[in-house]
């Protein structure tokens, strides 16, 4: 019998010939990512069981990136942590405020998770690498502990879904509708303890960024990991970015699979997701004129700097609409320094926008852009949970850069082919 | 353990940012978040909680975020253990992580309201609600063997006392 790419990688990593869904395995990890919320807990678990000896520096990527620069003193006290750590373990890979940005960008940036790697991360968007063709998953800090005292990890082998995309996408539709629309198929429950394989014509013409939003929100439908097959696209990508060999996994035609979707996405117009949940999704159409308070491009999900482009493609001359505010977080520096080298930054600011260093922002509620009661937001993050952002009572809506820029202009919820 | 207590009943999908919203997860300290747990669902849930009461609650509790604040601010709430239909995968695994008890009970959920009084025998994985019994999904061994070591870490000192010795040199 066949296996697929994440049954491939999770057996390799085992050191077995071949697994099946629902066997428990240990697994070796080949990275082990944590930042500022959940280094500090994990460091303190391996202080106070004497295993802070037993970690392998090389596979440990330190990001500081929920709230820097630290907004209080128990802000200040975990970068503290994480920088007290990275020195004392001689850390290579650890970013500090400014020379990062957010780790689930700045880890494909810099090469350090490659096709075929097995990955943990602090953090539940670590499913995001699996566009490269590995298997990534996110978990929690006594986890990542524990991943970094043993390098390696229990894992139950997941059953895969496979998610096909037929047909090309329409203009202002990109990757994040495409996940918005597979979440809203099969809700925030529907891939829960499973793997989310994606393929089909349209994945191969999207580019490496769009890609990683569609993995990224992998989590929204309670996936532990999601892949993609590694082709040119990726090839390219990786590139001067990855030093190191890697291996490309792949699916066997005989692969079994627990259910395969099919999409025809010809059709799809941009999507948004209506509070409270990523899977509540409508057609733009339906909610326009909606007025907002708020607008953030910007997070793991969208702040590479394709979607800056796509932002400011809509946004160029134009002023943002009176009474609201427009934040831009690129999601990484080397993604601000570009985007600086574009104009792009100069389009957002000029529409009187606000550009802050690269930094989660408004995405988890802790830091810059916390909304208050009844206020709205149109954002390009990847969750709209009632309070993420900031109040209870606060509104959310999920979409693409497109959306998210026209909607800056006007005020209220917008669809970018209108404008 | 035997636990015994009120039932406190939720729907499905019960994301981490209503059990603890993100502006508390600045520290891990059980006193800190305690007040807050719950608060994005039900503001007066750390309030209204006693010592031993119960989480009963649809599919996919925890789902989101990766907070393993999550798991400590239900256990520092005085709440006894989690009942419900399933759970997100890395809550999880948090809760098995600090020893939170946790039951994949489905037909105690549905049984379950709000102020029934439960009782919950986490050995032999029997919930019972207002006199009624039913019998929680079984854990796979290994998990059951991290529970019983309490909590992952035991489990991680002896598995290195079993194969390995301190890389300190790559350091
Ligand atoms: S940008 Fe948002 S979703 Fe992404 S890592 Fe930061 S807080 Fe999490």
Not at chain 1, 134 to 161: K, N, S, Y
Not at chain 1, 166 to 175: A, I, M, P, Q, S
Not at chain 2, 115 to 137: H, M, P, Q, W
């Amino acid at each position: 019998m066949g296996m697929t790419m994440t049954e491939k990688i999770i057996a390799s990593h085992a050191g077995l010939e071949e697994v099946k869904p629902g066997q428990l395995v240990n697994a070796k990890v080949d990275v082990i990512m944590a930042h500022d919320i959940t280094g500090p807990p994990a460091f303190k678990a391996l202080k106070n069981n004497g295993l802070v000896d037993y970690v392998d520096s090389k596979k440990v990527v330190l990001v500081l990136d929920h709230i820097v620069p630290p907004k209080d003193i128990d802000s200040a006290m975990n970068c503290m942590a994480v920088r007290q750590f990275a020195g004392e373990k001689n850390i290579e890979h650890f970013y500090d405020v400014g020379q990062g940005g957010i780790a689930h960008n700045v880890l494909p940036q810099e090469g350090l998770v490659a096709p075929g790697d097995l990955a943990v991360g602090g953090d539940s968007h670590t499913c995001t690498y699996g566009a490269l063709g590995c298997f990534a998953t996110g978990m929690g800090h006594t986890d990542i502990a524990a991943a970094m005292a043993l390098g390696e990890v229990w894992l139950r082998v997941p059953e895969t879904l496979k998610f096909v995309y037929n047909g090309k996408l329409g203009k202002y539709v990109t990757g994040k509708d495409l996940i918005l629309q597979t979440i809203g198929k099969i809700t925030v429950n529907g891939a829960n303890y499973k793997a989310m394989e994606f393929v089909g014509y349209a994945i191969r013409s999207l580019p490496m960024e769009q890609r990683f939003t569609m993995t990224n929100m992998v989590i929204e439908a309670s996936g532990k990991n999601g892949v993609m097959p590694v082709d040119d696209v990726t090839k390219d990508y990786v590139k001067g970015r990855v030093d190191r060999e890697y291996k490309i996994y792949k699916s066997d035609e005989d692969a079994k699979f627990e259910k395969t979707y099919e999409f025809d996405i010809d059709n799809i117009p941009p999507l948004v997701a209506k509070p409270y949940s990523p899977d509540n999704i409508a057609p733009v159409d339906e909610v326009k004129g909606v007025k907002v308070d708020q607008v953030f491009i910007g997070s793991c999900t969208n702040g590479w700097l394709g979607d800056l482009r796509q932002a400011a493609e809509i946004m160029k001359g134009e002023k943002i609409a009176k009474g609201i505010r427009l934040i831009v977080i690129p999601a990484t520096m080397a993604i601000y320094r570009q985007a600086l080298k574009e104009g792009l930054i100069d389009v957002f600011i000029d529409a009187g926008g606000v550009v802050s260093p690269s930094t989660c922002g408004p995405c988890p509620g802790l830091h810059q852009g916390v909304m208050g009661p009844g206020e709205v937001g149109l954002f390009t993050t990847n969750r709209n949970f009632r309070g993420r952002t900031g109040h209870p009572e606060a509104k959310i809506y999920l979409s693409n850069p497109y959306v998210a820029a026209a909607t800056a202009i006007t005020g209220e919820i917008t669809d970018p082919r209108e404008v | 353990m035997q636990l015994a207590g009120k039932a406190y009943k939720f729907g499905d999908n019960v994301d981490t940012d209503v059990i603890i919203p993100g502006k508390y997860l600045v520290t891990t300290d059980p006193a800190r978040l305690a007040p807050h747990c719950m608060e994005g669902i039900d503001p007066e849930f750390a309030k209204k909680v006693q010592k031993g009461d119960m989480i009963f609650a649809g599919e996919n509790f925890g789902c989101g975020s990766s907070r393993e604040h999550a798991p400590i601010a239900i256990k520092a709430s005085g709440a006894s253990c989690v009942v419900a239909k399933n759970f997100a995968r890395i809550f999880f695994r948090n809760a098995i992580n600090i020893g939170l008890p946790i039951l994949v009970c489905p037909e105690a959920v549905d049984y379950a309201k709000s102020g029934s009084s439960a009782k919950v025998d986490t050995e032999r994985g029997i919930v019972d609600v207002d006199g009624k019994s039913f019998e929680a999904d079984p854990f796979p061994e290994f998990i059951t063997s991290i529970i019983q070591k309490g909590g992952l870490m035991e489990y991680v000192k002896e598995r290195l006392k079993q194969k390995q010795v301190p890389v300190s040199s790559s350091a």
